[in-house]
């Protein structure tokens, strides 16, 4: 969008998620004004992304306003989505995943669409999904594409305890059944596994719990990974184009060798620990099955 800056603020909701936290810095990088909604939380002490957040609104705070909302509460997120043109629904949560944060992750899903609907000068929803809302389901070593057709069953990832995938690929198709119902313009980023600075630090608990079937996913060729930098930019491109349309799956690379896998474990120390003395045995490359096409049109400037 460059100079053409819309007159309205965009949202970032959760801004204090890792993904929402480096879209919001790559949207005050480009000149947006931003609303940064935090989800407010029981207790504790601030993380050290909501410190940063905090720090960077008393540095100017007129182009950053921060925003305590509670995903379960509708009338919270209506107050910082008002005047806002454009919404990043980036919802994660730093509690580990099982059964009743799926139900969370959904209805808080449902609730920010639903505001959207309500609120008139919203125009587009940049929904952040992710890659495994897609990849999950039985037989999936025998089929030859997974693309943004593709959803996880909600059955398999429940029989195996996959809760990450579940909450993601529930949160997401309902995002899209309310969407519709309600006629608003809604593109989906599903990205790989998220790499990026102090990743293992900041973003924990979502990390390990997406790696939850690595192994799986590495021999089914299905392992992928971004860095957060590209993930913003496609994000801030996906909201800035106006033909984009439908989901997008989002990575760099796809893991398919022993190499490939170790060099993923190293840079995710000390979430992932190796054997000081470990060496890379094998040499199968594994089929890849991920398709991104639409996303490098994306990248290239024509979204179909």
Known sequence: MGS????????????????????????????YSVHAAIQNKKGGEATEIEKKIMEMAKEDDTKLVVFGVDVLDYQS???????????????DFQDPYDEKMVDLEVRGAINVVEACAQTDSIAKIVFTSSLTAAIWRENICSEKDVDERSWSDQSFC????????????????????????????????????ILGPSVSQQNPRSTMAYLKGAAQMFENGVLAYVDVNFLVSVHIRAMEDTSTCGRYLCFDQ????????????????????????????????????????????LVEGTAY
């Not at 909701?13 to 993904?19: G, H, N, Q, R, T």
């Not at 305890?161 to 608003?184: H, I, P, V």
């Not at 398709?291 to 049109?297: E, M, T």
Request: proline share 4%.
């Open 77 to 91: 997120i209506l107050v910082a989505l008002k005047s806002c043109s454009g919404v990043f629904c980036c919802l």
């Open 4 to 31: 053409d800056l819309p007159d309205h603020p965009v949202c970032v909701l959760d801004a204090s998620s890792y993904v929402g936290f480096w879209i919001l810095k790559g949207l005050l990088s480009r000149g």
């Open 158 to 193: 429940r029989k195996f305890k996959l809760w990450y995938a579940l909450a993601k690929t529930l949160s997401e198709q309902a995002a899209w059944a309310l969407a519709m119902d309600r006629d608003l313009n809604m593109v989906s980023i599903n990205p790989g596994l």
């Open 254 to 297: 796809i893991v398919n060798t022993e190499e490939e896998a170790v060099k993923i474990a190293q840079g995710l120390s000390p979430l992932i620990s190796l054997p000081q003395s470990y060496e890379c045995g094998g040499s199968e490359v594994y089929e890849e099955r991920l398709r991104n096409k639409k996303l490098n049109k």
